[in-house]
């Protein structure tokens, strides 16, 4: 036996929260990931700059004559025990102008010059640090090796300009700095600090879109709740004037619309069954009479064949409209052909006098009047109206078919029994008709006019009837248009 499943997925509110705390995720990580950026470019723009003015102002006092002349010889002198004399006092004067020069404790510096392509180092405060390349005017450089000492890497930041012979290179060690260390750390606080915010904006999230979605909750509790036997019931309305209003809204004119197709369909099922209800008695009661003495009484027999003959045309007729009407109502748009008018009407008169010749027909239609529409669509609709004028008419019948070019309508008009108002509304109704008895010989199936309604929609047009009441003759108008008409 097959096992049902009866899966929930994730709530709604719960999928909301969810995705607001991803994109508040998102967004502190990228934020962090900017702000990390942009302090790392402006303490790095200021370390440069603090950098670039202690480095002029040292270079201000190495420049003096006496300096460069010291400085001079001990890259001049050829031999090797000399220049390390000359070198231990370099040294000591370069060391004696750096701190006349107030050079801060943590930056690093070297007097350097060049003697037959050799670097000679002539001071420095680190002597582990190498010479590295002169760089730009007013530019520091960023300087960065691995594993260049044996408990750590290189990272400095450097610049070196030549002062009258000889170099001078500057740099700070950006390792041991606080605030770049800070800088380095910070996305990993950041990330730390994220999972209180991210439970935070998650139950807010959620309580609030469960908030919100309540009336969606509410309208999916009744729309549940509806069904054909209560279609009647409608989802409450709020005063908010918003999305869920509208979607309210919607809802109710859904159902609205349900319950009348319902109440429509089961009238029409019930008047079905109505209509057929009367003949299949009367069948049933002559083929009783027929088993009883139709066999040998050849008069009982005659009438109940004839009897019988009517009835089933008549069920016939009824059948085949109701095909026709389905079929109608399902028919795609027709095709459209332009069409003399005058030469149109004239033709359904003769039509019409070969199935009912004591009709008196009067025609009214300017000659050079055109239309564009189906002329078959529009021939069927013409006779269903023809007929019924033709039934609901003294004998013999007058009736009236006129065009106005004008107004691009067509009017069939009698003098028959005409309509009363309280029978007017709904003379298009299907199985409508103003005799509630529903005597076939005092009227059709009550299709005719439905169909005709159907019909008339196809061609992009529409139908309405006028009447002043009992014996005063009726109307029927079709109004033609190439815009959407309402029916």
């Known amino acids: 036996m097959k096992r049902t499943e009866n899966r929930k997925g994730i709530r709604l509110s719960t999928q909301i929260a969810l995705f607001f705390s991803i994109i508040i995720m998102c967004m502190v990580l990228i934020s962090s990931i900017v702000m990390t950026s942009m302090l790392r470019t402006v303490v790095l723009k200021q370390k440069s700059q603090t950098l670039l003015q202690d480095s002029v102002r040292l270079s201000r006092f190495l420049v003096g004559q006496e300096y460069q002349t010291t400085f001079l010889s001990a890259l001049s002198e050829t031999s090797q025990n000399n220049r390390l004399s000359i070198l231990h006092e370099t040294y000591d004067l370069v060391d004696r102008i750096a701190r006349q020069a107030a050079t801060p404790y943590y930056m690093s510096y070297a007097v350097f010059g060049t003697a037959n392509t050799e670097i000679v180092v002539l001071g420095t405060n680190d002597p582990y640090l190498p010479i590295l390349p002169v760089t730009s005017a007013g530019k520091t450089e960023r300087y960065f090796v691995k594993n260049f000492y044996v408990d750590g890497d290189l ?35 950041v990330l730390l600090s994220l999972f209180p915010i991210l439970l935070v904006s998650f139950f807010t999230a959620r309580f609030l879109s469960a908030r919100m979605l309540k009336p969606v909750t509410d309208i999916t509790k009744t729309a549940n709740e509806i069904s054909a036997s209560n279609l009647d019931r409608r989802i409450p309305e709020s005063d908010s004037k918003d999305e869920i209003h509208a979607l309210a809204r919607t809802f109710n004119s859904l159902f609205a619309r349900l319950q009348a197709d319902f ?45 019988l003959h009517s009835e089933i045309k008549s069920m016939q007729s009824l059948v085949e409209n109701l095909l026709l009407l389905s079929r109608s109502e399902r028919q795609a748009p027709a095709e459209k052909l332009i069409i003399k008018m005058k030469l149109f009407l004239e033709k359904i008169v003769d039509d019409m006098h070969f199935v009912s010749p004591e009709v008196q027909f009067e025609l009214s239609c300017p000659e050079d009047a055109v239309l564009n529409t189906n002329p078959d669509i529009l021939t069927q609709i013409l006779r269903i109206l023809i007929t019924n004028s033709i039934r609901y008419s003294p004998t013999p019948a007058f009736i009236s078919l006129c065009y106005d070019s004008q107004k691009r309508q067509l009017s069939v008009v009698d003098k028959g029994h005409g309509i009363s108002e309280e029978d007017l509304p709904h003379i298009f109704e299907r199985l409508y008709r103003s005799d509630k ?40 108008h079709i109004q033609f248009g190439g815009e959407k008409l309402l029916s």
């Open 155 to 189: 990272n400095i930041l450097y610049t070196s300009m030549q002062v009258g012979n000889v170099f001078l290179q500057t740099s700070v060690n950006m390792d041991v700095d606080s605030v770049d260390s800070l800088l380095s750390k910070l996305p990993f606080i």
């Open 263 to 307: 109440d429509r369909e089961r009238q029409f099922t019930s008047d079905v069954s109505h209509e057929l209800r009367t003949p299949l008695a009367v069948l049933l009661g002559h083929v009783d009479l027929l088993r009883r003495w139709g066999k040998s009484d050849p008069k009982i027999l005659n009438e109940s064949l004839e009897t």
């Open 437 to 476: 008895s529903r005597n076939h010989k005092t009227g059709g199936s009550g299709l005719g006019l439905a169909i005709a309604k159907i019909l008339v929609k196809n061609i992009d047009a529409r139908i309405w009837a006028e009447s002043e009441g009992l014996e005063k003759g009726t109307a029927m």
